[in-house]
């Protein structure tokens, strides 16, 4: 059987790292045929020469010329991602781009009917409606890389959709677990970008100690397994072994348990919907001992509910909220507010906002380039 031909976007991020580092662990299974960038040229150049990869795409383009590597394609620029994936023809699309830069490169991939491992959530927040219909269109498989919405996946194996009672996402808590309100506002970014269980980038790193990240699971989970919203509940457990669960119709549950390696799910996504083998692990549930469960705490953490809000009422409004807290969490790391002024502007930019239906993709793109820009001027 030929090697899968993998186009990996986001390579130099936390997730595209790790799905390298996977790829590699059998090159007879698995060929990178193109990497994509925003920023880091540096980085994936390095990575393309390393891994014997012919085409790269980095959104920004350098203030000076470069050369690529002989049989190396190149390209830059706002269209140069779409490029590389009609260029590379892959038989699998992976998105790890960061944030909503991430939307144009899943609907080119769904367009194309080539199947998409996403871990980037925030295509399916802003434009969850139509990536899913397109999906649906096209007979296009969309795989989550989220660690949450992967087990998911593979709980819902188990049981058709109609015998779903409940989803259930679980959260560690992030850095401030126990923390009131008052006290967040001293904290720095350093000490919020300090996942406890998690190794990860720094949007979902904040995302995830203010709990803004499960709002956007939340949401993804909802249009990716069409489960109503209400139907999706958010539990705490510091521990991150149980990745999420699911309730049945019979009153069973099943749970998805492991270690917190993102590997895991980037395994699965370029398996699925086989498993493929992996190295062992030394995790045991006797060494780990206990696990925790605890309702969030929504006074100090009022995203989840921004987010439960945003998905009930729909249309423009998920995308609103996913480019409200990009914009606030790039203000709090550059330290012109605190962490608490993110909720603050996010509430505010829903608030501000009439809804539309969510049924254009120009439009959606436009609401996310309009709700940046106000906010900026706000966190300026």
Same mark, same amino acid.
């Given at each position: 059987?030929?090697?899968?031909?993998?186009?990996?976007?986001?390579s130099t991020g936390s997730i595209g790292v790790q799905t390298l580092e996977v790829c590699a662990e059998d090159p007879h299974r698995v060929e990178v045929v193109a990497l994509a960038a925003g920023t880091d040229l540096a980085g994936v150049l390095s990575q393309a020469e390393r891994h014997g990869v012919p085409h790269v795409a980095v959104a920004r383009e350098p203030?000076?010329?470069?050369?690529?590597?002989?049989?190396?394609?190149?390209?830059?620029?706002?269209?140069?991602?779409?490029?590389?994936?009609?260029?590379?023809?892959?038989?699998?699309?992976?998105?790890?781009?960061?944030?909503?830069?991430?939307?144009?490169?899943?609907?080119?991939?769904?367009?194309?009917?080539?199947?998409?491992?996403?871990?980037?959530?925030?295509?399916?927040?802003?434009?969850?409606?139509?990536?899913?219909?397109?999906?649906?269109?096209?007979?296009?498989?969309?795989?989550?890389?989220?660690?949450?919405?992967?087990?998911?996946?593979?709980?819902?194996?188990?049981?058709?959709?109609?015998?779903?009672?409940?989803?259930?996402?679980?959260?560690?808590?992030?850095?401030?677990?126990?923390?009131?309100?008052?006290?967040?506002?001293?904290?720095?970014?350093?000490?919020?970008?300090?996942?406890?269980?998690?190794?990860?980038?720094?949007?979902?790193?904040?995302?995830?100690?203010?709990?803004?990240?499960?709002?956007?699971?939340?949401? /993804? $989970?909802?249009?990716?397994?069409?489960?109503?919203?209400? @139907? &999706?509940?958010? +539990? =705490?457990?510091?521990?991150?072994?149980? *990745?999420?669960?699911?309730?049945?119709?019979?009153?069973?549950?099943?749970?998805?348990?492991?270690?917190?390696?993102?590997?895991?799910?980037?395994?699965?996504?370029?398996?699925?919907?086989?498993?493929?083998?992996?190295?062992?692990?030394?995790?045991?549930?006797?060494?780990?001992?206990?696990?925790?469960?605890?309702?969030?705490?929504?006074?100090?953490?009022?995203?989840?509910?921004?987010?439960?809000?945003?998905?009930?009422?729909?249309?423009?409004?998920?995308?609103?909220?996913?480019?409200?807290?990009?914009?606030?969490? /790039? $203000?709090?790391?550059?330290?012109?507010?605190?962490?608490? @002024? &993110?909720?603050? +502007? =996010?509430?505010?930019?829903?608030?501000? *906002?009439?809804?539309?239906?969510?049924?254009?993709?120009?439009?959606?793109?436009?609401?996310?380039?309009?709700?940046?820009?106000?906010?900026?001027?706000?966190?300026?």
């Amino acid at each position: 059987m030929p090697p899968l031909r993998v186009a990996l976007l986001g390579s130099t991020g936390s997730i595209g790292v790790q799905t390298l580092e996977v790829c590699a662990e059998d090159p007879h299974r698995v060929e990178v045929v193109a990497l994509a960038a925003g920023t880091d040229l540096a980085g994936v150049l390095s990575q393309a020469e390393r891994h014997g990869v012919p085409h790269v795409a980095v959104a920004r383009e350098p203030s000076t010329p470069v050369q690529p590597p002989a049989g190396m394609s190149l390209t830059f620029g706002d269209e140069a991602i779409l490029e590389l994936i009609d260029r590379s023809a892959p038989d699998l699309i992976i998105n790890a781009i960061v944030g909503g830069a991430g939307l144009p490169a899943s609907r080119r991939a769904l367009e194309l009917g080539i199947p998409l491992a996403l871990a980037n959530k925030e295509s399916i927040v802003i434009a969850g409606e139509l990536l899913t219909g397109l999906a649906r269109k096209t007979g296009t498989p969309l795989i989550p890389i989220d660690s949450e919405h992967s087990a998911l996946l593979q709980c819902l194996r188990a049981g058709s959709r109609g015998e779903v009672r409940k989803l259930v996402l679980t959260a560690s808590g992030g850095p401030f677990r126990g923390r009131d309100r008052g006290a967040l506002a001293e904290v720095t970014p350093e000490e919020a970008l300090r996942h406890p269980t998690w190794s990860m980038g720094s949007r979902i790193s904040i995302d995830s100690a203010t709990l803004m990240n499960k709002g956007l699971e939340v949401i /993804e $989970a909802h249009h990716l397994f069409e489960v109503d919203v209400d @139907r &999706i509940e958010v +539990v =705490v457990h510091p521990q991150s072994v149980v *990745h999420s669960m699911v309730e049945f119709q019979d009153g069973s549950w099943l749970a998805h348990l492991g270690p917190a390696d993102m590997k895991i799910p980037i395994r699965y996504a370029l398996g699925h919907p086989a498993r493929w083998e992996g190295p062992p692990s030394n995790f045991s549930l006797a060494g780990i001992g206990r696990l925790d469960f605890e309702e969030p705490d929504h006074e100090t953490f009022p995203s989840l509910q921004f987010a439960y809000e945003a998905c009930r009422r729909g249309g423009t409004l998920p995308a609103v909220f996913n480019a409200a807290d990009e914009v606030a969490v /790039e $203000a709090f790391l550059a330290g012109r507010i605190s962490l608490p @002024r &993110i909720f603050e +502007v =996010v509430e505010r930019a829903l608030r501000e *906002h009439e809804r539309e239906p969510a049924t254009d993709w120009t439009r959606l793109l436009e609401i996310d380039r309009e709700t940046r820009e106000r906010v900026a001027s706000w966190t300026s």
